[in-house]
């Protein structure tokens, strides 16, 4: 009989997330929130971190509530360096190391390529881009430390496929996809995997957002645009963020330990590329 050793008795799997440290971005709602508590609830430590102390106090709460979890919450704009550091230190302090990063943050403002000037490309750039490259800078030395890790980046469907009116986050999150396929070449020998997790229409407020200014351009109602996006997607409904946090807790668990430089997507089939 084949044994499978991640499996534990009733067909469950174990991700073995017990007493590992991960940090998680863009934390006090949404996808990151979902992350979040996926993780702690398999017995993961986690830190967390979002710009509005009182916002990430709250989900820190709520997630120590739900899973009896330790976390730890940090106020840090995550296109600052110095805050991103604090938030780094501030997790050493308490847990003492980091093995799993789960990179996320908030879009940037919708509208076309000509609508930005220097200065708002450069601040998408910050959170986007650097504000990534920062973040596994920090955390690599530790996971090294520690005999491995796993890094998993949040980006969006707008990798595989441009969206319309949100031309800073489809430049920009296209480079953090390529960003994730170089890194996993560079640290597969330090045994510290690197992916991609691409989100579809996931019910967040930032998709809701996104819907209602869409629905603004399109002189219509938001139900009315909801009900387009939905009808492009094959499991005819937007996906739940839970449903996306448990994907990432697999991806970042050893349950993965095989997977590095890939890309999955999240998005109930609304993709319709063959990559």
Known sequence: MTRYPNCVP???????????????????????????????????????????????????????????????????????????????????????????LFTNAGGPPAGRVFDFDDAAWQSAFELLVLGVVRQIRLVVPSMH?????????????????????????????????ALAKTLALELAASHIRVNQLVPGRIGTDRVREIDEINAKKAGISADEQRQRSVSTIPMGRYGDPDEFGRVAAFLLSDAAAYVTGASLQVDGGMVRGLL
């Open 145 to 177: 430390a520690r005999g491995g890790g796993s890094i998993l980046m949040s980006t969006s469907s707008a990798v595989k496929e441009p969206i319309a009116n949100i031309a800073l986050s489809n430049v920009l999150r296209a480079s953090v996809a």
């Open 10 to 100: 009733g067909g469950s799997v174990d991700l073995k997330l017990s007493g590992k440290v991960a940090m998680v971005g863009g934390a006090s709602k949404g996808l990151g929130f979902a992350v979040a508590r996926a993780l702690a609830a398999d017995g993961a430590h986690v830190s967390i971190a979002s710009r509005n102390q009182q916002a990430i106090d709250a989900a820190a709460r709520q997630i120590a509530e739900n899973t009896g979890a330790p976390v730890l919450a940090i106020a840090a704009d995550l296109a600052s360096a110095d805050a991103i550091a604090r938030w780094h230190r501030a997790t050493l302090d308490r847990f003492g190391g980091i093995d799993l």
